[in-house]
């Protein structure tokens, strides 16, 4: 079973998202089967962040002094997965989300959702600095997409 710790440091999530965890919880329940570890206990951490935040972690830990959309914290770069396993930290810009402010709610939950498994494909090793990783991962993303929106909806 896969577990995220849902953390919020910026007020305006609570005006998008009213429950955060439950939301997360469905994301992670929709995921095909392969990704929702049966018979272990597999975590991770997601801040909810601003872009004021993001973009001093982006400085302090990739020394880019500037705000983005994501960021994730692989606890290693091999990911084996063992009864009990901890994956690392996810942290997500709201106003990237945002934009533009006149977004509603579907739209917004859909870039979530997106953005969402882009981070926990990070944290289980998936990587875009080459042209060849790069499609790998995008492949990876869209499958889990369409699984989810369609187990969502």
């Known amino acids: 079973m896969i577990n995220v710790n ?3 440091e910026e007020k305006a999530w609570s005006k998008r998202l ?6 997360f919880k469905k994301i992670c329940k929709a995921l ?4 929702q570890f049966s018979n272990k206990k597999v975590s991770f951490s997601l801040l909810l962040s601003n872009n004021k935040n993001i973009k001093k972690l982006n400085k302090n830990f990739r020394n ?3 705000s983005t959309d994501i960021l ?3 606890l290693s770069k091999k990911i084996k997965i063992s009864k009990n396993t901890y994956l690392g930290d996810v942290v997500i810009s709201y106003e990237y989300l945002d934009k533009p402010n006149s977004n509603n709610l579907k ?3 859909e870039k979530v959702i997106k953005l969402f498994i882009h981070g ?3 944290l289980l090793g998936f990587d875009h600095r080459k042209d060849k990783d790069y499609y790998k991962m995008l492949r990876e ?3 889990l997409y369409k699984r989810v929106k369609s187990k969502l909806n």
């Open 72 to 74: 994730s914290f692989p």
């Open 107 to 109: 739209l917004f939950k």
């Open 64 to 66: 880019k002094n500037k």
């Open 32 to 35: 095909p089967k392969k990704y």
């Open 141 to 143: 993303e869209d499958i």
């Open 120 to 122: 926990f494909l990070h």
């Open 18 to 23: 009213k429950n955060k965890n439950l939301f």
């Open 6 to 8: 849902v953390f919020s």
